[in-house]
């Protein structure tokens, strides 16, 4: 059996170490070697979670000022490994300019890949990012990386996915690069099989919420529903509440709130274009509310254990909400993984 050692690099709270861990039916033999993450309340959290807070085994990064000669806390330098794993930053990849975007110093992280890459020759990597970095500069931002990671040495295969397609129950977007080693023979290899979307097998969004015993300062007051729940102008028909959560209230809408109620008149907003759903009688007379941590997690595809990590840690909701958020979907991550060394360790 084939022992893979993996490094997770920008590993958040462990999206990826995750998926790996989820792996059973592959000839191989995972090991983890390493993680990196700059964010201290992910690290602290990852570190938590997975190794009870001791890292005397593991290899932990979290100032990163020259990949090539990364030293952990304790003084070891990077060890090799076979697989790199990461769902890298792309704030500096603007419109502006992907050049300029690399001279960011959040778009210098991309070169840090390219020179784990050169560095350490991983047999494999698999990077993800938000789809919006497919649309810059008309796709050819999306084709520079790609022709940059191939130049390292990799066959590259580049996949758009949505997480619903793979037994997540939201339908968040996903650009990844599955990289294999140019010595491996070049295969077609198309996007990872959808699974087969059964209420049986897979929760649906609904069927993750807490029934019970939810704290009162998830709901949404009365008075603020009407401004929450509305629609895009680009759906056909009003907001189904049995299809969608409702969305944290942002600065905007509070103030759309404001002037929506008796003897309060902005213009500021009066011709904004975000219509609003015209609440029936059905939608508001059960109570709204955000979602819970613990439903976060569960919506990213994690166990419950997360939540019990995040009340030792006594990490805020606000806190808890922005590290769920920045995590890659287990269950998506597991099967781009899963898809690309199915295809490659027996070859």
């Known amino acids: 059996m084939k022992k893979i050692k993996y490094f997770d690099f920008f590993s958040g709270i462990g999206g990826f170490k995750s998926a790996v861990d989820a792996i059973n039916d592959l000839p191989a033999k995972f090991e983890h070697s390493g993680f990196c993450e700059i964010e201290k309340s992910a690290s602290k959290f990852y570190s938590e979670h997975y190794f009870d807070g001791d890292l005397k085994d593991i290899e932990f990064v979290n100032n990163v000022e020259d990949i090539k000669t990364v030293i952990n806390p304790l003084g070891f330098k990077l060890n090799k490994f076979d697989l790199l794993l990461g769902g890298f930053p792309c704030q500096s990849f603007s419109n502006v300019g992907y050049r300029k975007g690399l001279e960011d110093e959040r778009g210098k992280l991309f070169y840090n890949i390219l020179h784990l890459l050169d560095e350490y020759e991983p047999e494999f990597f698999v990077l993800e990012n938000v789809q919006k970095i ?5 796709g050819s931002v999306l084709e520079e990386m790609k022709s940059a990671l191939e130049d390292c040495g990799y066959h590259v295969y580049l996949w758009d996915l949505v997480a619903s397609d793979y037994g997540v129950p939201q339908k968040r977007r996903r650009i990844f690069f599955a990289g294999v080693k140019n010595y491996h023979r070049k295969k077609a290899l198309n996007v990872p099989p959808k699974v087969d979307l059964s209420k049986t097998k897979y929760p649906t969004a609904w069927h993750l919420l807490e029934k019970n015993n939810v704290d009162s300062k998830h709901y949404i007051p009365k008075k603020t529903r009407q401004t929450v729940l509305y629609k895009n102008p680009k759906w056909q028909g009003d907001v189904n509440i049995d299809n969608a959560l409702a969305r944290p209230i942002t600065a905007s809408m509070a103030k759309w709130h404001r002037a929506n109620q008796d003897n309060y008149f902005s213009d500021s907003y009066i011709n904004s274009s975000d219509p ?28 419950d254990r997360f939540e019990e990590t995040r009340k030792r840690l006594k990490i805020s909701y606000s806190a808890a909400y922005k590290l769920i958020g920045n995590a890659v979907p287990v269950p998506l991550a597991k099967a781009v993984i899963h898809h690309l060394l199915l295809n490659h360790l027996t070859s």
């Open 134 to 138: 497919a649309t810059l500069k008309k």
């Open 276 to 303: 609003f759903v015209r609440p029936d009688v059905d939608l508001t007379s059960e109570p709204i509310r955000r979602i819970t941590p613990l439903e976060g997690f569960r919506l990213q595809g994690f166990d």
